[in-house]
C-alpha cells in the first residue's frame, strides 16, 4: 500500500475515534516552527493528546541516550510554547529547558516518512531514529512500518536529501495551516 493510501487509512480511522461534537477540537494540523507561532496554533498543529501533551508522554531528551525512550513522569513536566513535555529525570527537563528548539522533535512530533508527502500520520513513540542531533518519529502499526521506506530513502539518497525532502513537506503543511489559522483567527473578530 502506498504512503498516501497507509495515510488516508490512519488518517480515516483516527476520525472515526473522535466525537464530532463542538466542543471536541478537530484533528490537529501542523503549523509553522518559528519562535512567533502562538502557543494555540502550535498546539494544534503537533501531534499532542487533547492536554496538550507531546510524544505520548516519552521525554524527548531520553530518545538520545543508549538505553533509549523512557516515559516521562507527570511531575516533572515542562511546558514550551504551549506544548507539554514530559520527563524522566530532573537532569533531563533541566537539559531541554535550556535549548527547548534543539530537543524538540521535527515536524511536530507526526511520522517523518508521512510528512514527505505531506501528510500527518500518528507515530509509534519507540519506532524512531536520531540524525545530527534530532529525533525523528515513525509509524509503526498494522499497516506496516515507515521507518522500513525511511531507512531505504536513506541509504539510497542519503540522511541530507531525506531530510530535506521531510522538511520541505512540513514547511508546505506549515504553511498551509498558519493560512488556515489567520482565517479562523480572523473569522472570531
Same mark, same amino acid.
Given at each position: ?8 487509512v490512519?488518517?480515516a ?12 477540537r478537530p ?29 505520548q508522554?516519552y ?26 513535555y ?8 533541566a +537539559?531541554? !529547558?535550556?535549548? /527547548?528548539?534543539? @530537543? %524538540?522533535?521535527?515536524? &511536530? ?10 501528510? +500527518?500520520? !500518528?507515530?509509534d /513513540?519507540?519506532? @524512531? %531514529?536520531?540524525?545530527? &542531533?534530532?529525533?525523528?518519529?515513525f509509524?509503526k ?16 539518497? &542519503?540522511?541530507?536529501k ?14 498551509a ?13
Amino acid at each position: 500500500m502506498s504512503t498516501p493510501a497507509i495515510a488516508l487509512v490512519c488518517l480515516a480511522s483516527t476520525l472515526a475515534l473522535i466525537p464530532q461534537d463542538s466542543a471536541t477540537r478537530p484533528v490537529p494540523p501542523a503549523t509553522a516552527e518559528t519562535e512567533s507561532s502562538p502557543a494555540e496554533l502550535r498546539r494544534k498543529s503537533f501531534n499532542v493528546d487533547e492536554s496538550g501533551l507531546a510524544l505520548q508522554g516519552y521525554d524527548p531528551i531520553s530518545y538520545l541516550d543508549k538505553a533509549g525512550p523512557k516515559a516521562g513522569r507527570k511531575e516533572l513536566a515542562f511546558v514550551y510554547r504551549g506544548i507539554t513535555y514530559r520527563f524522566a529525570t530532573a537532569e533531563n527537563k533541566a +537539559k531541554f !529547558e535550556s535549548e /527547548p528548539a534543539r @530537543y %524538540e522533535p521535527p515536524y &511536530g512530533g507526526w511520522c517523518a516518512w508521512a510528512v514527505i508527502d505531506g501528510d +500527518k500520520v !500518528e507515530i509509534d /513513540p519507540m519506532n @524512531y %531514529e536520531v540524525i545530527d &542531533g534530532k529525533v525523528y518519529l515513525f509509524y509503526k502499526g498494522w499497516l506496516g512500518n515507515a521507518k522500513k521506506k525511511w531507512d531505504d530513502k536513506l541509504k539510497a539518497d &542519503g540522511a541530507k536529501k531525506t531530510v530535506t525532502a521531510a522538511d520541505s513537506g512540513w514547511k508546505k503543511l506549515a504553511d498551509a495551516d498558519k493560512k488556515a489559522f489567520d482565517a479562523e483567527q480572523k473569522g472570531k473578530k
